[in-house]
């Protein structure tokens, strides 16, 4: 899809996520002209990056255009004070595009007055253009105005639609999250390498290529997770021995619903 059907798009916050998804806008065809970004305070890089793009830069929500798309990448706990100022920028084509955690498509309604809403979550290797995303959109969202939606996000990774928002709870628990998930178990295979002998640098660089090793082949390869985990183990062999003890009745599987669990409980908490 052109992104210019998308256009005027409004971006309200340039800081990681919202950057990345303007630079991937911007990489992927869509005109500066046809993106305004709204920030009172962006970085220094971001303020060298509009210049030299020429991306129109307001400290306020302007006066002067209604977006087809606006995207809010604020803060959650700014949600309340900087959204409903942005009233001036809804009109009758607008879908309004949230990615704060924990906002419920009717907070997002409330702050706007109704109209198109979808409620996203993304998670943060969105910033190298490795994301995914869950997004969930309200009654009001048109299927040329998700398309939008999707063609917009889609410049950081896949992404994909869920009909009950109550899911968005369990997306955060899993990929919105989980990145965090990963990094940790890289600290934990450092650690173990560390204990069994291993210079610590040496064990940090062997736990960071295998879990990104891994990753990139999970990216590349249609085989099933399953398959590709039998792939590496041999009967009686080394792996086999590591995974008897991962797969054990309390190993890993058990550990990863509770961490999963008490993601989604915190999600929908927030979100009350």
Same mark, same amino acid.
């Given at each position: 899809? #052109? ?5 005027? @798009?409004?971006?309200?916050?340039? /800081?990681?996520? $919202? ?17 305004? @970004? @709204?920030?009172?305070? =962006? ?21 002067? &255009? ?9 803060? =959650? ?6 959204? =409903? ?24 309604? $409330? +702050?706007? $007055? ?10 943060? =290797? ?13 009654? #009001? ?14 410049? %950081? $990774? ?8 109550? &899911?968005?709870?369990?997306? *955060? ?7 965090? +998930?990963?990094? +940790?178990? @890289?600290? %934990?295979?450092?650690?173990? /390498?560390?204990?069994?002998? &291993?210079?610590? #640098? ?47 009745? #309390? ?7 509770? *961490? ?13």
């Amino acid at each position: 899809m #052109d992104l210019s059907a998308a256009a005027p @798009v409004v971006l309200v916050g340039a /800081g990681n996520m $919202g950057g990345a998804l303007l630079k991937g806008w911007l990489d992927a065809g869509l005109s500066p002209r046809d993106v305004v @970004v @709204v920030d009172p305070k =962006p970085s220094e890089a971001m303020v060298r990056l509009l210049a030299e793009r020429g991306v129109r830069h307001e400290a306020e929500p302007p006066s002067d &255009l209604v977006a087809r798309v606006l995207m809010l990448a604020v803060k =959650p706990q700014m949600m309340a004070d900087v959204v =409903p100022s942005l009233k001036g920028l809804v009109g009758r084509e607008t879908v309004a595009v949230s990615i704060a955690a924990g906002t419920p498509l009717s907070a997002i309604e $409330g +702050y706007l $007055g109704g109209g198109a809403v979808v409620r996203v979550m993304p998670n943060t =290797p969105a910033m190298v253009g490795r994301g995914i995303s869950a997004a969930v959109a309200n009654a #009001d969202v048109s299927a040329e105005q998700r398309d939008w939606v999707s063609a917009l996000l889609s410049v %950081c $990774g896949p992404v994909e639609w869920v009909d009950d928002e109550a &899911l968005i709870d369990a997306v *955060t628990g899993v990929s919105g999250s989980g990145p965090a +998930y990963v990094y +940790y178990l @890289v600290e %934990c295979m450092a650690e173990a /390498g560390r204990k069994s002998g &291993l210079p610590d #640098d040496l064990a940090m660089r062997l736990a960071r290529a295998t879990v990104s090793g891994a990753g990139e082949m999970l990216h590349r390869s249609e085989e099933e997770a399953a398959t590709l985990r039998a792939n590496v183990t041999s009967p009686n062999g080394t792996t086999a021995a590591a995974l008897s003890v991962l797969m054990d009745e #309390d190993g890993l599987q058990p550990l990863v619903e509770r *961490t999963v669990e008490a993601a989604r409980k915190r999600a929908h908490e927030l979100g009350q």
